[in-house]
Nanobody, 112 residues
Framework: QVQLVESGGGLVQAGGSLRLSCSAS????????MAWYRQAPGQQRELVAT???????NYGEPVKGRFTISRDNGKKTTYLQMNSLKSEDTAVYFC??????WGQGTQVTVSA
């Protein structure tokens, strides 16, 4: 079972940027579709972005044009570059892949 650890969250002002990282264990990272999810207070967990093994990406509507998902298979790491952050982006961000257990996530707080 793959283990995932998120990092890179923090407190930023609206309009700022952050880059989140997701470090993965396992021997087949390069074959997995990776995803970022987020969960805001009082809200359901929502899909933010995905990236397939061949690099195909998709994004949820609220982050389209502002966030970029990428991966480095050699480092077994998935990234989420977040630009033009809004207060509505405040949430705990999780990475996930098939077979993973939800981890602690990393908190992103955007001040208005």
């Amino acid at each position: 079972q793959v283990q995932l650890v998120e990092s890179g969250g923090g407190l930023v002002q609206a309009g700022g940027s952050l880059r989140l990282s997701c470090s993965a264990s396992g021997s087949i990272f390069g074959l997995r579709t990776m995803a970022w999810y987020r969960q805001a207070p009082g809200q359901q967990r929502e899909l933010v972005a995905t990236i397939s093994a061949n690099g195909a990406t998709n994004y949820g509507e609220p982050v389209k044009g502002r966030f970029t998902i990428s991966r480095d298979n050699g480092k077994k790491t998935t990234y989420l570059q977040m630009n033009s952050l809004k207060s509505e982006d405040t949430a705990v961000y999780f990475c996930w892949t098939n077979g993973a257990v939800w981890g602690q996530g990393t908190q992103v707080t955007v001040s208005a």
